[in-house]
Nanobody
């Protein structure tokens, strides 16, 4: 139903910045019906919640580990959600996944029905 494609990952030094993008297709997001989220999975660890934004963009929520460093935003006219990552740390190294949910803002991954393939973010010390 919904196809998600992430981009913007790469290698960056500690303290640097990256902006991830996730473009959706297959559904229109102009009506703001989809909550969008970012999750990440580090090597040998379970996937974890990073940030989420409501359909209209008016509400956001973050994991404690990234609050005040990462910012999630969306442009419904472009069917795109962003994750601006500043002050990156080596522990932020992971594959970052975009996810979509038809419904209200939540943080648990089992409530997100559509997922992208992921983009690698590597932070060197």
């Amino acid at each position: 139903q919904v196809q998600l494609v992430e981009s913007g990952g790469g290698l960056v030094q500690a303290g640097g910045s990256l902006r991830l993008s996730c473009t959706a297709s297959g559904r229109t997001f102009n009506n703001g019906a989809y909550t969008m989220g970012w999750f990440r999975q580090a090597p040998g660890k379970a996937r974890e919640f990073v940030a989420a934004i409501s359909g209209g963009g008016g509400s956001t929520t973050y994991a404690d580990s990234v609050r005040d460093r990462f910012t999630i935003s969306r442009d419904n006219a472009k069917n795109t959600v962003y994750l601006q990552m500043n002050g990156l740390k080596p522990e932020d190294t992971a594959v970052y996944y975009c996810a979509a949910r038809w419904g209200n803002l939540v943080t648990m991954e089992r409530y997100f029905g559509s997922w992208g393939q992921g983009t690698q973010v590597t932070v060197s010390s």
